[in-house]
T-cell receptor
Framework: QKEVEQDPGPLSVPEGAIVSLNCTYS??????FMWYRQYSRKGPELLMY????GNKEDGRFTAQVDKSSKYISLFIRDSQPSDSATYLC???????????FGRGTSLIVHP | GAVVSQHPSRVICKSGTSVKIECRSL??????MFWYRQFPKQSLMLMAT?????????EQGVEKDKFLINHASLTLSTLTVTSAHPEDSSFYIC?????????FGNGTRLTVT
């Protein structure tokens, strides 16, 4: 089992839809959780950073962490075509600051 | 805005030559930088951790003599792909630790002909 699992997609949704992107992990030592957005041929861009279970909201984005089930989600409200990208979840353990990346989920938001 | 700058964005070189990729932290000092490799539709693969003023720590399976990393200052780390071969063609991305979060450069597309 890989340490971080993500469905590669692609996930195709109409503009305005609520998007749910999910990630599971196996290492119970992970303490902080990041989501990155990567456009084609670009480096990943940090979207969200959370350190505990629960929800964290930033604009149209909400990150949700459930440590008991080792399940991470990213919700995007009112999705836009510009949100079309690959979303990588990246949990990490305290002390190393080296996140472990999932393979990413490709999202396509069509007008 | 961007906090990590990577250069060049694209490079094409002939087999057997060496290529240097630069990674700079903008407006902050990065004692730790990371180098990743990414194949199409695949996840980021950590190659090495670069620490300012000391030798890089390479991940298992990464040839340190082929992928030379130098982190001579608090704002600059370089990756040199030596004696490049077509199988080294890939997308190389650097990142830097700022606080507790890792920020990435925009990557370098290396094509070895």
């Amino acid at each position: 089992q890989k340490e971080v699992e993500q469905d590669p997609g692609p996930l195709s949704v109409p503009e305005g839809a609520i998007v749910s992107l999910n990630c599971t992990y196996s290492n119970s030592a992970f303490q902080y959780f990041m989501w990155y957005r990567q456009y084609s041929r670009k480096g990943p861009e940090l979207l969200m950073y959370t350190y505990s279970s629960g929800n964290k909201e930033d604009g149209r984005f909400t990150a949700q962490v459930d440590k008991s089930s080792k399940y991470i989600s990213l919700f995007i409200r009112d999705s836009q075509p510009s949100d079309s990208a690959t979303y990588l979840c990246a949990p990490g353990s305290g002390g190393s600051y080296i996140p472990t990346f999932g393979r990413g989920t490709s999202l396509i938001v069509h007008p | 805005g961007a906090v990590v700058s990577q250069h060049p964005s694209r490079v094409i070189c002939k087999s057997g030559t060496s290529v240097k990729i630069e990674c700079r932290s903008l407006d902050f000092q990065a004692t730790t930088m990371f180098w990743y490799r990414q194949f199409p539709k695949q996840s980021l693969m950590l190659m090495a951790t670069s620490n300012e003023g000391s030798k890089a720590t390479y991940e298992q399976g990464v040839e340190k003599d082929k992928f030379l990393i130098n982190h001579a200052s608090l704002t600059l780390s370089t990756l040199t792909v030596t004696s490049a071969h077509p199988e080294d063609s890939s997308f190389y991305i650097c990142s830097a630790l700022m606080g507790q979060a890792v920020h990435f450069g925009n990557g370098t597309r290396l094509t070895v002909t």
